[in-house]
């Protein structure tokens, strides 16, 4: 969380950001947004739904999941619009969540806005982690030697289109093994439960307890057993989410998080070994796209945390990697190289484009933050003749933010009911179709298509879900087939939260 003085430089620097950016375009209701970024998880909860659940029009299921294999893998998120629980990007999400609390949970609102009751935005979001761990749990802890990775057969399961409620695709189980390892979901599963412990130390130290030992057990389960789960289970992940980036990056990813979470007596452990591994597992390549699959670049920007505020040995290399991260992304700067739309939206690529661009405004939020409250005298990245501040790094943020919210050229919010013009026909099965509640009937497998390519708007809207988003010429088709544009996911909120968290407390003190 925030120290005081770190909190009191970059407020300072986001009174005088938003003062002047509020010149150029009008301020969103970013407390109202984060309120509805963190309701989607609700709407995207696997297992049986808790008596507060917000999402009215779920309901339970997957209850049988794992029973099958005599193993409770019931709970856990959809990753995005069909019914597949997919285990690298659902523990990548709660990564970021976590990650989300910890640098921003303090600026949270403490209390919604949404009016569906629920505690306040801290406390949400800590139930949206929590409701994460607690299936990452179940499947790192089951069975010895063993880590599930994923429920359902994503091929049977698309062939269907149909309510969470009624699958009856396969729910066949996947697991890596010493035998078939898969050290980047694995590692990212010990990035997950490391980062999810910092979020529980003070309300529920028992539990982050049992996270941080489940983290180093599962850490030490894909250091050991090195390999990809690509190669191991690659009939069933890939391409939906092939590990492209291998596994060196998740490795290095979940020893940082573990360095992060750690005790004192353990930190030098996990320090030591980043020092021995990282330029094996990739400390010292460029790479400027942070995703569910590569995490290098947040990995740098996590470690120059522990160089620019307590000046440790060994880890200047990471910021100086960071820093040519960040010029990557300054127009202008020496060593830009990242592409926007005319609209001024970062764009990496057509499909699901909105991931990198949620990714990337955490990060520079998260790095303007490491910067305000360096100890190391280093408050600013030279970017050859440019000197970037953290006012720059909020500014860019700020600008990508009110993007998604609606400051485009089309005048549309991305994130599906927020503002008055949003998507309407959201590549999600649940959302697409009618709920149980009002058609308590069975709707089949091949019946359901007919909602899938119906002109009709979503049934039930899926609040707080952020859509791939538009073109590299601010295109955007509303069409529910279009699923490159029109499907949501878990992990394009999950960094969001943070951001969103960011402006929401940021506005609570501008003049």
Not at 98 to 109: A, K, Q, R, T, Y
Not at 124 to 147: E, F, H, I, Q
Not at 176 to 187: E, I, L, N, Y
């Amino acid at each position: 969380m925030y120290s005081s003085k770190s909190r009191a430089c970059l407020l300072v620097i986001v009174v005088a950001v938003l003062c002047l950016a509020g010149r150029e375009a009008a301020a969103f209701n970013y407390a109202d947004a984060l309120d509805k970024a963190l309701l989607f998880f609700e709407a995207q909860r696997s297992g049986k739904l808790p008596p507060g659940q917000r999402v009215t029009w779920r309901a339970d299921s997957g209850l049988s999941d794992g029973s099958a294999y005599q193993v409770d893998l019931v709970g856990g998120y959809y990753d995005a619009g069909d019914n597949v629980k997919f285990g690298l990007p659902m523990a990548f999400t709660v990564t970021m969540l976590s990650w989300s609390v910890i640098e921003f949970g303090d600026m949270m609102p403490r209390r919604s806005f949404f009016g569906l009751g629920g505690g306040g935005q801290l406390d949400n979001a800590r139930s949206a982690v929590r409701w994460g761990t607690d299936y990452l749990l179940k499947a790192a802890t089951a069975t010895p030697d063993t880590l599930y990775v994923q429920v359902a057969d994503p091929y049977q399961d698309h062939r269907c289109w149909e309510r969470p409620e009624d699958m009856d695709t396969p729910r066949s189980v996947y697991k890596v093994t010493p035998q078939s390892p898969g050290s980047d979901v694995a590692g990212e599963t010990a990035a997950a439960l490391a980062a999810a412990s910092i979020v529980f130390r003070g309300c529920d130290p028992a539990y982050s307890a049992k996270l941080l030992k489940a983290a180093q057990q599962v850490f030490d389960f894909a250091d050991r057993y090195r390999g990809s789960y690509s190669d191991s289970l690659s009939s069933v992940v890939c391409p939906f989410y092939c590990s492209y980036s291998g596994y060196h990056d998740e490795l290095l990813w979940a020893a940082s998080w573990l360095h992060q979470a750690s005790p004192s007596s353990e930190k030098g452990v996990y320090l030591s070994y980043i020092s021995s591994n990282g330029h094996a597992l990739g400390a010292e390549q460029d790479d400027f796209t942070f995703s569910w699959d590569d995490k290098r670049v947040a990995t740098k920007v996590l470690l120059s945390k522990g160089f620019l505020q307590s000046k440790a040995d060994g880890l200047q290399l990471y910021k100086a990697h960071t820093d040519n991260y960040i010029c990557s992304l300054v127009p202008g700067a020496n060593g830009f190289q990242s592409q926007y739309t005319p609209g001024g939206l970062l764009f990496k690529e057509g499909d699901s484009n909105m991931q990198y661009v949620t990714s990337t405004a955490f990060l520079l939020l998260t790095y303007a933050k490491y910067l305000a409250s360096s100890a190391a005298g280093l408050a600013a990245v030279s970017c050859g003749s440019t000197t970037v501040t953290p006012s720059t790094l909020i500014s860019l943020a700020k600008k990508q933010v009110d993007y998604i919210l609606g400051a485009n050229p089309a005048g549309m919010s991305y994130m599906v009911g927020f503002g008055p013009r949003y998507p309407r026909h959201v590549h999600h099965r649940g959302a697409s179709m009618p709920s149980v509640r009002d058609h308590p009937g069975r709707i089949g497998c091949d019946e359901g298509f007919q909602y899938l390519h119906s002109p009709e708007p979503d049934r039930n809207v899926l609040a707080g879900a952020v859509v791939g988003g538009p073109d590299g010429s601010d295109g955007f088709s509303d069409s529910r087939d279009n699923y490159a544009q029109a499907e949501p996911s878990t992990y394009t909120n999950a960094p969001l939260v943070g951001a969103l968290a960011f402006f929401a407390g940021a506005h609570k003190i501008t003049p």
